[in-house]
């Protein structure tokens, strides 16, 4: 079955820069959209369209998408950016349209 | 402000059915693509279903021919009919907002969820 896969956790210092990945076969021929889910709350888009960042989501966050990796990077990390992140496609006229990623857990240490 | 608010949700048993809905405000409807997406308790996202502005709609395999999602245009509500309920059908759903572009689409607007417990 269609799969984007994510590590299962990342953890990063304050101040350091966290790495997440999306992986698929050929996702960078995909527009990839990534969340960040906070525990008890729902999800808040934080990318869009592989690198264009909503209104209000600091310049922290940003985001790249070639080959069969999609990448979300969140530099000078603060405790507050502790979170599930999870990666989005959307594929019309397909069996599955809407897939989310397996997502990851950012720990601040 | 756009809102989105689910209710409906509750303990079910096993093979029961169960609707919940979704009431918006601060845009319609109508004009929008909008979603179901649920959340396992402890596990990731699942989008569940799609209901275009013209009314057709499309599902998750796993829900297929069990769900089915309609709208009310006029009372800017959205609905998700479960049947023939499953243990692990049990989740918070969440109704979103879908915007699309050039042939890709992402959930911009979400609802606090509402949580579906299908239980003996």
């Known amino acids: 079955s269609d799969v984007l896969t994510q590590p299962p956790s990342v953890s990063v210092a304050p101040g350091e820069t966290a790495t997440i990945t999306c992986e698929r076969d050929?996702?960078?021929?995909?527009?990839v959209h990534w969340y960040q889910q906070r525990p008890g709350q729902a999800p808040l888009l934080v990318i869009s369209?592989?690198?264009d960042r909503p209104s209000g989501i600091p310049e922290r966050f940003s985001g790249s998408n070639s080959g069969n990796t999609a990448t979300l990077s969140i530099s000078r990390v603060e405790a507050g950016d502790a979170a599930d992140y999870y990666c989005?496609?959307?594929?019309?006229?397909?069996?599955?349209?809407?897939?989310f990623g397996t997502g990851t857990e950012v720990t601040v240490l | 402000e756009v809102q989105l608010l689910e209710a409906g949700g509750g303990l079910v048993q096993p093979g029961g059915s169960m609707r919940v809905s979704c009431t918006v405000s601060?845009?319609?409807?109508?004009?929008?693509?909008m979603s179901w997406v649920r959340q396992a308790p402890g596990k990731g996202l699942e989008w569940v279903a799609v209901?275009?502005?013209?009314?057709?709609?499309d599902f998750a395999d796993s829900v297929k021919g069990r769900f089915t999602m309609s709208k009310d245009n006029s009372k800017n509500m959205l609905f998700l009919q479960m049947t023939d309920l499953r243990a692990e059908d049990s989740a918070h759903y969440y109704c979103?907002?879908?915007?699309?572009?050039?042939?890709?689409?992402?959930?911009?607007?979400w609802g606090q969820g509402t949580l579906v417990i299908v239980s003996s």
């Open positions: 979103a907002s879908k915007y699309c572009s050039s042939g890709s689409c992402y959930f911009d607007h």
């Open positions: 601060g845009f319609s409807i109508s004009d929008n693509y």
């Open positions: 209901i275009y502005s013209a009314g057709s709609t």
């Open positions: 050929n996702i960078g021929a995909k527009s």
């Open positions: 369209f592989d690198s």
């Open positions: 989005q496609v959307w594929t019309f006229n397909s069996d599955h349209p809407g897939l």
